[in-house]
T-cell receptor, first 107, second 111 residues
Framework: AQRVTQPEKLLSVFKGAPVELKCNYS??????LFWYVQYSRQRLQLLLR??SRESIKGFTADLNKGETSFHLKKPFAQEEDSAMYYC?????????FGKGTRLSVIA | NAGVTQTPKFQVLKTGQSMTLQCAQD?????MSWYRQDPGMGLRLIHY???????DQGEVPNGYNVSRSTTEDFPLRLLSAAPSQTSVYFC??????????FGPGTRLTVT
């Protein structure tokens, strides 16, 4: 069965500090992994996907198949990064989401 | 190109009432899904559809029905509302590269 685990419900960091949002997954095949972001009372929107290997709003994420992880990182947090972040996985099946991590960036 | 639209934005129901949450997309996506979002629970899949005429159950389907008569529309029906169905409901359609496009959500309260 496929599963996504985000171990932190809440992560608070100071502005300018590095950020790492953890995501671990369980899947027997080759997964497609995504990070979605939800700003306050807005719809979820795609932040980035592992296959594109791009940086969006300064965030990057590397797929580590050995550790089955897809952690989201940013070197310097900004106040506008405060939001809910969801890691998600699909393997040609319905997308499965983690329970989310709320990032709070403190000025 | 409106993307994914949902109506209504807000709804209050009494226990036992029924209603339909509307969802439409104009991107010609075959794959559509309904999720509910609850604090601490993340997004849970209710039902999904891989194309017109085909639907399947997700993780939490009880109390909900769906149909998919056209590619564009994917309504979610609450048969007999219960307080446990108080939630925010998101509809999504899936693009060719598995990325999901979400609607703005419907905030439902059942009293």
């Amino acid at each position: 069965a496929q599963r996504v685990t985000q171990p932190e419900k809440l992560l608070s960091v100071f502005k300018g500090a590095p950020v790492e949002l953890k995501c671990n997954y369980s899947y027997s095949g080759s997964p497609e992994l995504f990070w979605y972001v939800q700003y306050s009372r807005q719809r979820l929107q795609l932040l980035l996907r592992h296959i594109s290997r791009e940086s969006i709003k300064g965030f990057t994420a590397d797929l580590n198949k050995g550790e089955t992880s897809f952690h989201l990182k940013k070197p310097f947090a900004q106040e506008e990064d405060s939001a809910m972040y969801y890691c998600a996985l699909t393997g040609n099946t319905p997308l499965v989401f983690g329970k989310g991590t709320r990032l709070s960036v403190i000025a | 190109n409106a993307g994914v639209t949902q109506t209504p934005k807000f709804q209050v129901l009494k226990t036992g009432q029924s209603m339909t949450l509307q969802c439409a997309q104009d991107m010609n996506h075959e794959y559509m899904s309904w999720y509910r979002q609850d604090p601490g629970m993340g997004l849970r899949l209710i039902h999904y559809s891989v194309g017109a005429g085909i639907t399947d159950q997700g993780e939490v389907p009880n109390g909900y029905n769906v149909s998919r008569s056209t590619t564009e529309d994917f309504p979610l029906r609450l048969l007999s509302a219960a307080p446990s169905q108080t939630s925010v409901y998101f509809c999504a359609s899936t693009g060719n590269s598995y990325e999901q496009y979400f609607g703005p959500g419907t905030r439902l309260t059942v009293t």
